[in-house]
C-alpha cells in the first residue's frame, strides 16, 4: 500500500510557545496521530524523545513505537547493543497529552535538551514521514540548509540510483517511473 500525504507527517510549521508552556501541534499532523490512534491514559498523546543524531527532539504515534521495537526486535535479546538502544530510545520517551484544543505542555527538560530556553517562543515541527520533529527554528534553518547542499552534492547519485539497466546491461538513458 502507497502511503498518502495524510498518512505521513509531512511539511515544516512554526508554532508559538505560550506562557503557560503550552504549544499547537499542526493539525495535519494532529490529524495523523489520531489515524495512528496512540492514546493513553489521558486521552490522545504521542511519543517524544531526544533525537539520536540532532538537537532535536523525535516524536510520534503508534506507528514510530513500532518502528523502534523492529529496530529493538532485530538485535539480539540481553545484547549490550540493543540494552544501549533502549535506553537511549524508550529510557528517554516521554509520553505528551494532547489537550483538547490540540495543543502539548512540552516539559522543560525536553525544551532545554533542543536549546530552548524560556525567552524563545517558537518550535519548529518538522514532519518526516513516520516521524516528526521538534526543533529551536534557528537550528532546524541551519539543519535545512546543510540537508539541501548535501543533495545538491549527490543528486548525480540520486538519479543514477533510478535509473534500470537495459537487457543487454548497458544503461539506456531512461529513468524509471
Not at 39 to 59: F, R
Amino acid at each position: 500500500m502507497i502511503a498518502t500525504g495524510m498518512e505521513r507527517f509531512v511539511s515544516t510549521f512554526t508554532n508559538k510557545i505560550d506562557a503557560k508552556g503550552r504549544l499547537s501541534i499542526p493539525a495535519s499532523f494532529r490529524a495523523v496521530l489520531e489515524r495512528d490512534r496512540y492514546t493513553g491514559s489521558t486521552g490522545l498523546g504521542l511519543y517524544c524523545y531526544p533525537s539520536l543524531d540532532a538537537p532535536a527532539l523525535d516524536a510520534g504515534g503508534e506507528r514510530l513505537a513500532q518502528k523502534i521495537d523492529g529496530l529493538l526486535g532485530g538485535l539480539p535479546d540481553y545484547s549490550d547493543e540493543r540494552d544501549e538502544l533502549a535506553v537511549a530510545l524508550y529510557g528517554e520517551a516521554q509520553f505528551i497529552a494532547i489537550d483538547a484544543d490540540g495543543r502539548i505542555v512540552l516539559p522543560k527538560e525536553l525544551r532545554t535538551r533542543i536549546g530552548l530556553t524560556d525567552g524563545l517562543a517558537e518550535v519548529a515541527f518538522v514532519g518526516l514521514g513516520d516521524k516528526f520533529q521538534l526543533w529551536a527554528p534557528a537550528s532546524f534553518e541551519e539543519r535545512r540548509a546543510r540537508a539541501r547542499e548535501k543533495v545538491r552534492q549527490h543528486r548525480q547519485l540520486l538519479g543514477a540510483a533510478r535509473r534500470q539497466p537495459s537487457g543487454s546491461g548497458e544503461d539506456d538513458g531512461e529513468e524509471s517511473a
